[in-house]
Each structure stands twice: as structure tokens, then as C-alpha cells.
């Protein structure tokens, strides 16, 4: 109906007032008050997928990998399809020295998009640590 799209549009003028909001509080790393607005627009809008990253990477930044660890885990389980959540998930897991689990989300993205360049070069990088011996 017209006055569904019309609060939905308006629902989306106010989630990206919260992220203005929250890329301010993350400039000055205020990490708590960004991740409130981040909550606040993942809330209001339907890019659900970007306001996630964009709060993981804020978690990550806080020093909180475990909570975007959490965050990326949580929407590739509405979402075992998404690519880009899960190429950070596996560098967090990767930074976070859990190599076999970033190898694991890694090896999903080539299964959904062989020719992901980005997840082969991280397979490669995986490889030279000497973790794991796969050919890509």
C-alpha cells in the first residue's frame, strides 16, 4: 500500500540519520554510542546486510571481535548465500588467530563464486601460514 512505502521510505530517512550519526561517534572513537546508532538504523532499515557489516566493523574496531564475530554469524544464518559477510567473517576469525574457521567461510564463498577473487587470495594467504595445503 502507498502509506506502508510511504513510513518505509520515511523509516529509511531515519536509519541513515543514525548512521550519519554513528560514522561521527565512530570518527571519534565512541564506540558505544556508534554501535547504539548502528543498532538504531539496522532497527528502521531494510539493508539489514550493510548496517551489520558496518557494525561489525565497528565491533572490531572497539576491540570486540567476538560481538562481530556474533553479528556476521547471525545474518549469514537468515542468509547462508551472502558473500561479502562472509569474506569478513573469515578475516576477523583469521585475525582472531581461528585460521581452520576462516579457511572454512573462505572455502563457502569460492563454493557460491569460484572465481571470487578476494576469498582466493585470503585461501592463498591461509595456505602460506602453513595451516592448510589447498590448491587454489
Known sequence: TQSSQISQAAEEKFAAKHLEL????????????????????????????????QMAECYVEAGQSNQ??????????SNSKLI???????LILYNSHMIAEAVDQWEN????????????????????????????
Open 22 to 53: 554513528a560514522h561521527l561517534y565512530l570518527q571519534y572513537k565512541r564506540f558505544s554510542q556508534a554501535l547504539e546508532q548502528f543498532q538504531q538504523a539496522h532497527n528502521l532499515s531494510q539493508k539489514k546486510v550493510d548496517i551489520t557489516l
Open 68 to 77: 562481530a564475530i556474533k553479528a556476521l554469524r547471525s545474518l549469514l544464518q
Open 84 to 90: 561479502t559477510p562472509r569474506l569478513k567473517l573469515g
Open 109 to 136: 564463498v569460492v563454493r557460491l563464486d569460484p572465481k571470487n577473487e578476494e576469498a582466493i587470495r585470503y585461501l592463498k594467504m591461509a595456505q602460506a601460514t602453513g595451516i592448510t595445503n589447498l590448491n587454489y
